[in-house]
């Protein structure tokens, strides 16, 4: 069965540092999103993203937050200068038609540690 | 507002039936999801309700009220492989794009 593809599994970075989280969707999917978890918490829209724009953000989706489409496979999620707050899961999903019956496809993450 | 409400925590026994509730708000429903969440790893789709009624899909049956903003999970014949979190999501198109909103979730626990 196709499956979304995060990398790294797991990062720890220094407070004010850059990360740059991976994602692979699903080759013919069109929709992307990324998603995060607190420990314990519930999961949270980021962003949400297709035909190569950004199509909806949250409010937690701030300067420090950008997306990019850099080729015709991968996707990707940047932060800038993290904060120890921003230790969470974060979730890639795609879905090849938005409405119907079609549910995400969830990566299996990327745990960010800010330290 | 937008807002989702499950209970925290349920614990049930191997073999029994388990109804896990969710009432929702949301200006622009367009469809109720359950997922799937072991500990570390990623949600996992389960079901999918958009009418009114009942959906059945093996052990799991999910059903929906949108009139009521009510929706429920059954679990039927609880496996150890049950012990999860199980999450409430609807799918919502207020802003014209789709994007779900999830419950806290609910933590099972079966015990043998």
């Known amino acids: 069965e196709p499956e979304v593809t995060q990398t790294p599994s797991h990062q720890v970075t220094q407070m004010g540092q850059e990360v740059i989280l991976r994602c692979v969707p699903i080759?013919?999917?069109?929709?992307f999103y990324w998603y995060r978890q607190i420990l314990g918490q519930k999961v949270e829209f980021l962003v949400s993203?297709?035909?190569?724009?950004?199509?909806?953000k949250s409010e937690i989706f701030d300067d420090q937050f950008s997306v990019e489409r850099p080729d015709g496979s991968n996707f990707t999620l940047k932060i800038r200068s993290t904060k120890l707050e921003d230790s969470a899961m974060y979730f890639c999903?795609?879905?090849?038609?938005?409405?119907?019956?079609?549910?995400?496809?969830f990566g299996s993450g990327t745990r960010l540690t800010v330290v | 507002g937008q807002n989702i409400d499950q209970p925290t925590e349920m614990t049930a026994t191997e073999g029994a039936i388990v109804q896990i509730n969710c009432t929702y708000q949301t200006s622009g429903f367009n469809g109720l999801f359950w997922y799937q969440q072991h500990a570390g790893e990623a949600p996992t789709f389960l079901s999918y309700n958009v009418l009114d009624g009942l959906e059945e899909k093996g052990r799991f049956s999910s059903f929906l009220s949108r009139s009521k903003g009510y929706s429920y999970l059954l679990l039927k014949e609880l496996q150890m492989k049950d012990s999860a979190s199980y999450l409430c999501?609807?799918?919502?198109?207020?802003?014209?794009?789709?994007?779900?909103?999830f419950g806290t979730g609910t933590r099972l626990k079966v015990l043998a």
């Open positions: 999903a795609s879905i090849l038609r938005q409405g119907g019956n079609y549910g995400y496809t």
């Open positions: 080759s013919n999917h069109l929709y």
């Open positions: 993203f297709y035909n190569n724009e950004i199509s909806e």
């Open positions: 999501a609807v799918r919502d198109r207020t802003s014209g794009t789709y994007k779900y909103i």
